[in-house]
């Protein structure tokens, strides 16, 4: 998420690196390049799990069940206390709004971490996205 993409900040105290401005002196960053730039292959942590396609399709089939089974579990608990009317009551406002969060990080996040997790860690969906998905999983 925070790369420098070889290159790093360094401030410099040497005179000729010094401006009086107003009366103030300012001090510019020197920026040293380290390495090559990285491509953004992973949003997060690497996996490095070698899955032949059996175990690939297996795993794909038992979290995308976790998936579909989270959002349909969720979304008819918000259904319930919608429609039936004895279930309006405040104290199940709060299982409501766990609902609709937990319905939020089903359909949101756990598509998208289902696909990195069977490509092997790798992040297919580009950096800026990367970063409003690690916002999301948060």
């Known amino acids: 998420m925070f790369t420098t993409h070889g290159a790093e900040l360094v401030w410099s105290s040497s005179e000729t690196e010094v401006a009086f401005l107003n009366g103030t002196t300012e001090f510019f960053p020197t920026i040293i390049t380290t390495a090559e730039p990285k491509s953004n292959e992973s949003c997060g942590e690497q996996q490095t799990l070698d899955l032949d396609l059996t175990k690939i399709v297996i795993i794909g089939v038992m979290l995308s069940t976790i998936t579909a089974v989270t959002v349909m579990g969720n979304t008819l608990v918000v259904i319930a206390v919608c429609v039936v009317k004895k ?24 598509p998208f971490v289902i696909v990195t997790d069977l490509t092997g860690g790798v992040w297919l969906f580009g950096e800026v996205f990367c970063n409003i998905f690690i916002g999301m999983d948060v």
């Open 87 to 110: 279930l309006r009551q405040p104290s199940n406002y709060l299982l409501v709004s766990l609902a609709i969060a937990d319905l939020s990080v089903a359909v949101a996040v756990m």
